[in-house]
């Protein structure tokens, strides 16, 4: 059985505050230390390693979006890259940047997809870096994503045992 699950909803749409990304180590309220943006310190939309910013439509989101840790360092050609999640004979599908898809610091952490450039002992996620892309795919993408169902009981199976991520090719919108 197959699960498409979007990778862009934790993203976009980006940080509209301006600020110095440069990473301060704190302790939050579950007394994991982490490193985050200077930007979002303090900031009133930030809560627990995640930030609450609107979606596109003004509306809360359903859930939390990642911080804004600025571009990776490694450059992209734009392309879009479809990856396998496989985990007990079922395949969660995530369309992400080709250069994340192909980079050893790709990660999973309870069916979130994620960067691993800025990980420490306790398992900071950095979201991918969308920054190549254009926005005119991403537009694309996010119609495409927008029937998307919620990944339901991946988090309940995540707890059973292990998963593996396979690079799946090129994705064409």
Not at 37 to 58: A, H, L, M, Q, S
């Amino acid at each position: 059985m197959r699960f498409r699950i979007s990778a862009l909803k934790k993203t976009f749409p980006l940080c509209p505050y301006e600020g110095s990304r440069r990473l301060v180590m704190i302790k939050g309220k579950s007394g994991i230390t982490m490193l985050i943006p200077r930007k979002c310190y303090g900031c009133r939309k930030y809560f627990e390693r995640e930030c609450t910013r609107e979606d596109f439509d003004g509306l809360r989101p359903d859930h939390s979006k990642d911080l804004d840790y600025g571009p990776c360092h490694i450059r992209g050609d734009g392309r879009l890259a479809l990856i396998h999640h496989i985990f007990k004979k079922q395949i969660y599908e995530y369309v992400v940047p080709m250069k994340c898809a192909v980079c050893p610091m790709l990660n999973d952490y309870f069916f979130v997809i994620s960067c691993s450039r800025f990980k420490s002992a306790e398992g900071n996620m950095v979201g991918l870096d969308w920054s190549d892309i254009p926005s005119d795919t991403i537009k694309k993408l996010f119609e495409e994503e927008k029937a998307l169902p919620t990944h339901g009981s991946a988090y309940h199976d995540f707890l059973c045992g292990p998963a593996e991520i396979r690079f799946a090719g090129e994705y064409k919108i």
